[in-house]
Nanobody
Framework: QVRLVESGGGSVQPGGSLRLSCASS????????LGWFRQAPGKEREGVAG??????????ADSVKGRFTISQSQDSAENRVYLQMNSLKPEDTATYYC?????????????????????WGQGTQVTVSS
């Protein structure tokens, strides 16, 4: 079993920044990648960003490219990733869920992500409002 512990989130004005953190309790085949999905009220859950820990390759949704950066801890034993979110917009408001998945491509689509074995965090709220 893999446990994910999320931290970060909160409220910020448009144009501001926030950083999310997600730590995985174990590195397994099914947690080779770490990243985030988000879900706004009344909308489907969507992939935001992911990173394949062994090769440091990344995925970003088009809506966040150039504004969000996903990275992993310098200490690989931590199995921790960060999502630095800059130039935040009101449309970024959502609950952000950390997900551990075996394939980076799974972060492109929630249906695809849930069709494979993986692990999910409890979610953390991000609110962007003036």
């Amino acid at each position: 079993q893999v446990r994910l512990v999320e931290s970060g989130g909160g409220s910020v004005q448009p144009g501001g920044s926030l950083r999310l953190s997600c730590a995985s309790s174990r590195y397994t085949y099914y947690s080779r990648c770490l990243g985030w999905f988000r879900q706004a009220p009344g909308k489907e859950r969507e992939g935001v960003a992911g990173i394949y820990l062994a090769e440091d390759t990344t995925y970003y949704a088009d809506s966040v490219k150039g504004r969000f950066t996903i990275s992993q801890s310098q200490d690989s034993a931590e199995n921790r990733v960060y999502l630095q979110m800059n130039s935040l917009k009101p449309e970024d408001t959502a609950t952000y869920y950390c997900a551990a998945l075996p394939e980076l491509a799974s972060y492109t689509d929630y249906t695809r992500a849930t069709s494979t074995r993986g692990y999910w965090g409890q979610g953390t709220q991000v609110t962007v409002s003036s």
